[in-house]
Each structure stands twice: as C-alpha cells, then as structure tokens.
C-alpha cells in the first residue's frame, strides 16, 4: 500500500516544525600627547581626543544638535526626518554630486511603508521608477513568478526600482529644503572625543579647510566603506561575492513589473528594470576578485560563462551589453551589527550593518532603524546628557533587532541556497527551495513576505528555511525510502543547520528571537531637568 502526500499537505505539515551576541567588547582610547609635546595625530586616525579647546582649526555648528556623516539614503532620509522634527542638523557628505551606482536601486515594499511613514514617499516620484509587485525565478529551464502579498495595502504600496543616484538627490533636496537642516560637502576625517565621548568631528571642506564641528549627537552613516566605524563597532566584514553590472536597454523583461532572479551555476543572476528604457542586470561572481575588465577577461567570461544561461528573451540584449563595455563591479559586503555603545555618538546605513544585496533589503533595513531612532529621540528636548543618552539610545540596538536579523538572516541563508555546489544535499537544497516556492500558497507568500519586508519575523523565516530542507526530505523519502536516499536527506538537514545557525548565531539569538528579555528593550526616556520643570 502506497501513501501518496499532497504537495500542499506535506508543506504545510513541514511548515510548522520549531526548533533555536553577546560579544564583551572596548573601547580604544587613544592617549593625547602632551599640549607641547608634538603635533596632533594624522587624518587616518578616526577617533582623536580633546580637551576643549586645543584643535586649532574654526569651529563651526556649536548650536546644532546632531551631526550627520554621510546623505545617502539614510543620512538623507535621517536629516530630513530629524529635521521635520524641529532638531538643528548639520549633514557632512564627501561628495553631494549625483552618484551612479550599481548596488541600492531596489526599494522593497516594507521600505516603501517606511518612506511612507517618514514622509519621504514622493522622493520616488519624477526619476522614472518603476513599480514592481513580485519575482520571477529561473531554473534548469523551468521558471516561475512570486507575487508580493499587497492585497491589504493602498494601491500604491508596491517595491521601486530607479537610478539609486537620482533618489538619493531626492532626499537630499527634500531634506536641505528645511531652514534648521544644512548640507555641507565636505570629508570627515575623525571623531572628536572628549574623556571617552564623542563631541563632534573633524573634517575637510571641499576647498581643502580643516573645520571642527560640535552638536550633542553624532549619527555616522558614511557607507560600507566607512572609515569611522572601527571606534563604535565591531566590524567583522565578509565579501563572499562581487556584482558585476549591466544595462540592457530598450527591452522588457519576460514578467512585467517583476525582478527576475536566475538560479544560475556558479552563483545567481539579477535582472531588474531602473527606468522605462533600461534594465540592470546584475551577475553575482562568488569570490572577492572578478576577472579582469581591462584585458577583456571579463567580458569573455560574461559571454562564455554566463550568457548561455540568460532567458533567450535577454540573450542579445545582454551580449550587446557587454560589447558596449560599460561594465561595472562591485564588491558584496555582509557585516552582522556588533556596536560599542558610545557616549554622543550613534552608527546607522551601511557604516552599521551590511547583508548580501541579492534580496535588496539594505534599504528597508536603514528606513526602518530611521523610524526608531526618530520615535527614541522624539520625546527629548535635551540631547546634551551623552551617558544617558547612550544608556538609552542602546534599546535602539534591541529593537530594531526582529526586523534588521530577519532581513538579514534570509539574505545570508537565501545567497548560500541559491549558488551551486558540487555537494549533492546542497544541490537537493537548492532544487527544493525551488520546487517549494513554486508550490504556492503559504509556501510562496510566506517567504515572498519576508522577502519584501512586509512581515520580518524570525521565527517565520526559521520555520520556512527548515520547511524547505524537509520537503527536500520528504521527497527523497516519499513513497519508499533508501538508506542512500534518508542519508542524502540528513546531510540536507544537516547541510540547512550548517547554513542557517552561524546566520543566526552572528545576529544574536536572544536578540533575534527573544529581545523581550534583554533589560534594554524595556528602556524609557531620560527625564532631564528641563522635562520635569513641564511636568510641575
């Protein structure tokens, strides 16, 4: 007698199956020479500490009261938010020209929530963006679409996709149009510290001038290249991969409004359209070098490797891509969040926190640590009492934990899933994931959910991955199981365990899963002096 399985039944079955960073860290001090003993440390320092008034550069901003180190997309969006909010902020960015980038051109629909909720949703408007409502995925010549779960939101809530250089001066402009919010070209250089707080930076105007500037809060968001995070973090930075980027023109992708994602061998292949006339492709080349552009390794790599495997749809359109030769590359930085708590300064963006772009969730990521950080400052008047400021700006770090772990979480285990491997457990991974979201049902919704960042639950992210590796069992074994068929099926579980927990281990169990009972969460406002003379 032969039991036959549903696909549906099996996967909701497999669905509901549960099973499960606190690093101590320091603070590097650097000592001070004596007032006569010798010149003042170089520009590659990023933390120097002072004692009042011993800089001997102009001092500018001393009544205002944040600093922000970077406008991209989250010191533009935190400038104008903070700013609405009535705060003096002084906006230092390196370079205020429009940018073109490869890397932050997708917007996720939970991003889109947060834009919305931040008031910053037109900054969408005028730069040719184009909705999209879901993916399309590819493999071994089979292919189908996952669509966002939008039926609940207002007609317009959908993901964007658009030149990331032309959103970014949106938010600029949006923000410098406020009285009390002022952006400045210039480069920081270091933090300014003052007996282990931070009191402000040192930076460089575009004309070469060495400023100090003063404010009670700094918030540093200068990108994944950032040079001032060594003294607020631990940074443990990974490149599992590079981008290499196209654009294909004057085509429309096979499913219209959709991203299209190729499980392609050895790594996956993005393809997205940034404005009404062209397509970003993006080719994922696992490594941290990819060939080189210059004696056109690159390019015979793009036609010989990766081209057979592109939609017949694309194939010219991508192979005129590459002879047009306008080829960019672009590292692929992951960085869980490990911060040090310091006195008058915060970290956000990139600086902050990084996960494998191929989800496009590093935005959501940063709108939604914005929204926090606002609702956390809003009831205070008085930023200028740094170390209990910081004591409760660290319920920042908690609470933006479920959402920031679950995007990037599932950006980690979802790039391992998708590029190939020799391994036969993760090749049946692989297939099975795919077979899974093609199932339908909570089986498409629920990882297309998180995926759009609509619902960033960890534990629904744990109970599909591993839903995922047993209905990879559950196909191996169904209808008569092998003992070469349930070892194949423990090394998928196995294999899944191996993927998923360092993930989740680097992002903090507790925090990710169980941040109600870490005592910052429960963190409430700093009652200064001038709060209490309200209250009476």
């Not at 990084?354 to 940063?366: E, I, N, Q, S, W």
């Not at 993760?426 to 089986?443: K, N, P, T, V």
Request: one cysteine or more; hydrophobic letters at 40%.
């Amino acid at each position: 007698m032969s039991i036959i399985l549903d696909n549906y039944t099996l996967c909701y079955m497999l669905t509901f199956l549960v099973g499960s960073f606190l690093f101590l860290f320091s603070l590097l001090l650097l000592w001070r020479k004596e007032k006569h003993g010798g010149g003042e440390g170089g520009d590659d320092m990023d933390v120097g500490e002072v004692s009042g008034d011993e800089w001997p550069e102009k001092v500018v901003g001393s009544d205002d009261d944040i600093i922000i180190v970077g406008a991209g997309v989250a010191g533009s969006a935190l400038a104008y938010t903070l700013g609405k909010d009535g705060r003096r902020v002084h906006v230092i960015e390196r370079d205020l020209t429009e940018q073109d980038r490869i890397v932050g051109e997708l917007l996720q629909p939970g991003g889109y929530l947060k834009l919305i909720e931040l008031g910053l949703e037109d900054c969408v408007n005028e730069i040719d963006a184009q909705r999209v409502f879901g993916y399309a995925l590819y493999m071994d010549g089979k292919n189908t679409r996952l669509s966002y779960p939008l039926e609940k939101y207002h007609s317009d809530v959908a993901g964007r996709s658009f030149h990331n250089g032309r959103f970014i001066q949106r938010m600029r402009d949006k923000a410098a149009s406020l009285p009390n919010v002022r952006m400045e070209q210039g480069t920081v250089t270091s933090l300014l510290e003052n007996k282990g707080t931070v009191e402000g930076v040192r930076y460089k105007t575009k004309n070469g001038q060495e400023l100090s500037a003063y404010a009670p809060l700094t918030i540093v968001c200068d990108g994944c290249f950032s040079n001032l995070r060594r003294s607020l973090c631990d940074p443990k930075v990974d490149v599992p991969s590079c981008f290499v980027g196209l654009i294909l023109e004057n085509i429309d992708l096979p499913y219209i409004n959709h991203g299209h994602v190729i499980l392609a061998n050895p790594s996956p292949i993005l393809f997205y359209k940034i404005s009404s006339t062209e397509i970003r492709c993006l080719v994922d080349v696992p490594g941290q070098k990819v060939p080189s552009v210059s004696n056109g390794e690159l390019a015979h790599y793009l036609k010989t490797v990766v081209a057979p495997q592109i939609p017949p749809e694309l194939y010219k359109s991508f192979v005129s891509a590459i002879d047009k030769g306008n080829i960019k590359t672009m590292p692929n930085r992951s960085m869980p969040a490990n911060p040090h708590p310091t006195p008058g300064a915060l970290l956000l963006g990139d600086a902050f926190n990084m996960r494998h772009p191929l989800t496009g969730g590093g935005m959501t990521v940063a709108l939604s640590d914005i929204v926090l950080i606002r609702d956390l400052l809003r009831p205070l008047h008085d930023l200028h009492d740094a170390s209990t400021l910081c004591k409760y700006l660290e319920s920042f770090y908690t609470l933006r934990k479920p959402v920031a772990s679950t995007i990037n979480t599932l950006a980690g285990a979802l790039y391992k899933v998708f590029c190939a491997s020799p391994d036969k457990a993760r090749q049946e991974m692989r297939s099975a994931c795919f077979d899974y979201l093609s199932l339908g049902g909570i089986c498409s919704e629920g990882p297309i959910s998180l995926l759009s960042g609509l619902n960033p639950r960890p534990l629904s992210l744990f109970l599909h991955f591993f839903g995922v590796a047993i209905y990879g069992v559950g196909r191996l074994c169904i209808p008569f199981p092998s003992p070469k068929r349930m070892w194949l099926g423990a090394r998928v579980i196995s294999g899944a365990s191996g993927i998923i927990f360092p993930i989740i281990k680097s992002e903090g169990v507790r925090q990710m899963f169980f941040p109600a009972t870490i005592p910052a969460y429960y963190r409430t406002p700093p009652i200064t002096n001038q709060s209490k003379e309200v209250l009476l």
